[in-house]
C-alpha cells in the first residue's frame, strides 16, 4: 500500500507561483508514475501533469505547458508541481496519484490506483 500526502497549497494572487509537494510513503525501485490532477468546483477532476518515478519521463497537459513543470527528488520520495503564472482559473484542489503501470492513459484518473487527500490552491484575481 503506499501513501501519497500533498502540501504546498495556499492562497495566492495571480501571478504568483506555487510549488506543491507529493511525498511518497516507500520507496520503489521499479518504475512508478505519480500523476498531479485538480478539481475545481462543480467540475470533473482534470489531469494537470504526470512523471515517472525512475524514467522522468513526464507528460503535461496542453494548458499546463509552459507554466507548470512536474520534477521529483528520488533521495526525499518526493514529487513536485512547480506552477508559475498562476490564474483565477488554476483555483482548485490540487490531488497526487500514483500507477505502478505505465499506459498510453496515463492522463485518465481511472489510470491510478492510489490518491493523496489533496491540497487546496486558491488564485486571487
Known amino acids: 500500500q503506499v501513501q501519497l500526502v500533498e502540501s504546498g497549497g495556499g492562497l495566492v494572487q495571480a501571478g504568483d507561483s506555487l510549488r506543491l509537494s507529493c511525498t511518497a510513503s516507500?520507496?520503489?525501485?521499479?518504475?512508478?508514475?505519480i500523476g498531479w490532477f485538480r478539481q475545481a468546483p462543480g467540475k470533473e477532476r482534470e489531469f494537470v501533469a504526470y512523471?515517472?518515478?525512475?524514467?522522468?519521463?513526464?507528460k503535461y497537459k496542453d494548458s499546463a505547458q509552459g507554466r507548470f513543470t512536474i520534477s521529483r527528488d528520488i533521495a526525499k520520495k518526493t514529487v513536485f508541481l512547480q506552477m508559475d503564472s498562476l490564474t483565477p482559473e488554476d483555483t482548485a484542489v490540487y490531488y497526487c496519484?500514483?500507477?505502478?503501470?505505465?499506459?498510453?492513459?496515463?492522463?485518465?484518473?481511472?489510470?491510478?490506483?492510489?490518491w493523496g487527500q489533496g491540497t487546496q490552491v486558491t488564485v486571487s484575481s
Open positions: 512523471i515517472g518515478w525512475i524514467s522522468g519521463r513526464k
Open positions: 496519484a500514483g500507477s505502478r503501470v505505465w499506459t498510453p492513459r496515463l492522463d485518465d484518473r481511472a489510470s491510478y490506483a492510489y
Open positions: 516507500v520507496f520503489t525501485s521499479s518504475e512508478y508514475f
